[in-house]
């Protein structure tokens, strides 16, 4: 009988050790995954702020670098030009901008024969534009 409720003791023991190490594990687990998330915060608000986005300061050195090449007044590939703040903001009122940058279907991919825009560079565009593509 005493042998019995030893082994039936140790048996509930045993259990109840693998249980605590189980949840051990998992509590270690989240604790990695929450700490990634809040890696991945971090590096997003300090590589790609979309907090206060102007055309000026944001959204011209991005059209400058990637389109004007094709598109600038001089250029005017296909009869496009985005600049000055006008003749950008007539593609952002057509639709074609966001068309073209996004590689939706319907328009070409912009920048042609070249690569999409980062995430943080058509972030910044798509804020602006939700902002009401101000001329600021
Ligand atoms: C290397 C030259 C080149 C660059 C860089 C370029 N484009 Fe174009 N783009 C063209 C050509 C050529 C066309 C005419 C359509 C075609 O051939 O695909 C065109 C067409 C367009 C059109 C008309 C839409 C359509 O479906 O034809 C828009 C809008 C446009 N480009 C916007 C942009 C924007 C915005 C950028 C910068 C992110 C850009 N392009 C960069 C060459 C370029």
Not at 101 to 125: F, R, V, W, Y
Request: aromatic residues 12%.
């Amino acid at each position: 009988m005493n042998r019995f409720f030893l082994i039936l003791c140790s048996f509930f023991f045993a259990v109840l050790m693998l249980n605590s190490c189980y949840y051990d594990v998992e509590e270690e687990l989240y604790y990695e995954i929450e700490e990634e998330l809040y890696q991945d915060v971090l590096e997003n608000i300090a590589d790609c702020d979309t907090l206060m986005v102007q055309y000026t300061l944001n959204i011209l050195p991005i059209i400058d670098q990637h389109c004007f090449p094709c598109h600038s007044l001089e250029t005017a590939f296909a009869n496009v030009v985005v600049e000055p703040y006008n003749g950008l903001k007539n593609y952002v009122d057509n639709g074609e901008l966001l068309c073209v940058l996004n590689h939706q279907s319907g328009c070409s991919p912009m920048p042609k024969n070249a690569a999409k825009l980062t995430d943080c560079e058509l972030a910044k565009i798509e804020k602006w534009i939700d902002d009401g593509a101000q001329n600021n």
